[in-house]
């Protein structure tokens, strides 16, 4: 594996579910092909030229020194820090990224920050002997249960039902555990059951749901608002059933908020 540094760690993000984040890794084994947006980000940026170098994942080798530099500065302005938007920090078959994750973790911990974190790897069957703070937040990323898919999309991801079991052992620990079911394809892509998704990570306390971009089957399917609309509403009412939090994610909806919350008599919509 390849050590790259940088000159800055944590900064404050654009994504509305997130407060500040850290990118400690540069490209991603899994090599999700949605498209992945951090690839293509990526790419436009000259950080990879091809998607094979994307998969090649370069460690900020001074990440650790970086936040004994920067979390005295602005610990007081911080609620949460996400790792991460553009990388996966427990990715598989990489345990060397897993490890930097964990200090990571604590390091940030110490400062009484919570922390959060999406994989599509694998966190450790033992993640709460680790010391880490009971606030923080473990989620997964899952847009569909179904071996094809996750082989043709998620190609070097762990498979989905080991997902949901890794999460589902941490969850029994007393763990916070949440489901980012995003980017959700329109059945042009893939046709399946969103109840049944649901239904298998029913034990988690949050999900986030969001469309498919960035691919242009998602506009050539000519229903595809009105689907994500049916599927958000789906969602929303899913979780009030069972009392889960969720987050619809910007652009997924194109029914005004107000007439959404009026449809659904809804007591919470994020």
């Known amino acids: 594996m390849c050590d790259i540094t940088r000159k800055s760690l944590l900064y404050k993000t654009g994504v509305e579910y997130g407060d500040y984040t850290i990118n400690h890794i540069e490209g991603c084994f899994h090599g999700c092909k949605y498209p992945c947006y951090a690839m293509l980000l990526s790419k436009r940026f000259g950080r990879i030229k091809t998607y094979n170098d994307w998969l090649k994942p370069k460690i900020v080798v001074n990440a650790l020194d970086l936040l004994d530099k920067e979390l005295p500065k602005l610990a007081d302005k911080i609620s949460s820090v996400h790792l ?4 996966d920090p427990f990715m598989m078959n990489h345990p060397e990224i897993t490890e930097l994750s964990l200090n990571i973790i604590r390091k940030i911990n110490d400062f009484g920050i919570r922390i959060t ?10 993640l709460i002997d680790y010391g880490i703070n009971k606030a923080n937040e473990y989620g997964i990323s899952l847009v569909a249960c179904n071996a094809n898919f996750v082989r043709l999309y998620e190609p070097n991801a762990q498979k989905w039902h080991l997902r949901i079991k890794n999460l589902e052992g941490i969850h029994r620990q007393g763990v916070k555990t949440w489901v980012s079911i995003e980017p959700f394809p329109t059945p042009n892509i893939f046709r399946q059951n969103l109840d049944e998704l649901l239904n298998r990570v029913a034990f988690t306390k949050k999900i986030v749901f ?4 960035y691919n242009k089957n998602t506009s050539l399917y000519a229903e595809h608002r009105q689907y994500y609309n049916e599927c958000s509403i789906q969602v929303a009412e899913f979780c009030n059933k069972y009392g889960i939090d969720f987050h619809i994610k910007e652009g997924t909806i194109t029914l005004p908020r107000v007439l959404l919350k009026q449809k659904l008599h809804l007591k919470k919509y994020a």
């Open 117 to 126: 974190s999406l994989t599509k790897g694998r966190y450790p069957s033992d």
């Open 210 to 213: 969001g469309r498919l971009n």
């Open 84 to 87: 991460c938007f553009m990388s």
